[in-house]
């Protein structure tokens, strides 16, 4: 798939066929694209947690809010993490964020490019997240990513639709982009 078709193609799935295993080789090839993204001095501040035990995906599902339910269905749960140790200063504080950004949309690109759906997610309990996996403290989860094969015969997405944004409706060029000069709408 090319670069910028697997871009276009890539959208939040919200339901996973659990019983399609994702393989090891896919996996890896996901989490070396993940961490091939460009940050702020090099610092790669980020961390991926890969779940894919039935209790260690029991301790994630229990730690998502219930606008997330969906992800019971997904055989893969990635965590991205900041790593602490890796910023320090107001600069680095800046651009953690957004080096972790870099990298998770780096995942969901390469995922798709490999036949694989992705949903990034926020709606969990940090708290209980932390807990569940035992993460250390230097780490701090960012967003959850769900990942599998879609399902074929799709029963939860539909009925979830609107609650979970799932309507993938992109705004339009000329309001998001400017040439030269913006101008006030
Ligand atoms: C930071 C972030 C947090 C998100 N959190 C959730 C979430 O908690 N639950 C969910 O179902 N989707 C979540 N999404 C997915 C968005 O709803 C989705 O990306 C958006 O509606 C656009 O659809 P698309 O991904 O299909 O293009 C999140 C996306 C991002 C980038």
Redesign the pocket.
């Known amino acids: 798939m090319e670069t910028l078709e697997a871009i276009k193609k ?3 799935v ?1 339901e996973y066929n659990l019983n399609k295993k994702v393989e090891q080789e896919k996996l890896n090839k996901i989490l070396e694209a993940a961490i091939s993204a460009p940050s702020g001095m090099n610092r790669q501040p980020w961390h991926f947690l890969v779940v894919q035990t039935e209790k260690n995906r029991k301790k994630v599902l229990e730690a998502n ?1 219930l ?2 339910k ?1 992800m019971n269905t997904a055989p893969v749960i990635i965590i991205a993490l900041a790593d602490s140790k890796a910023f320090y200063g107001r600069e680095s504080e800046k651009t953690y964020l957004f080096d972790v950004g870099l990298a998770v949309e780096n995942l969901l690109i390469a995922a798709t490019d490999l036949g694989l759906g992705t ?5 969990f309990d940090e708290k209980k997240l932390r807990e569940g996996l035992k993460i250390p403290d230097r780490y701090i989860p960012i ?1 959850v990513i769900a990942l599998g094969y879609e399902a074929e015969n799709k029963i939860i997405e539909p009925l979830i639709k609107g609650i ?5 409706k ?1 705004k339009n060029f000329e309001e998001v982009v400017s040439f030269e000069k913006i101008e006030e709408i």
């Open positions: 890539r959208h939040s919200r809010l606008v997330n969906w949903c990034v997610t926020i709606g967003v979970t944004h799932s309507i993938n992109k």
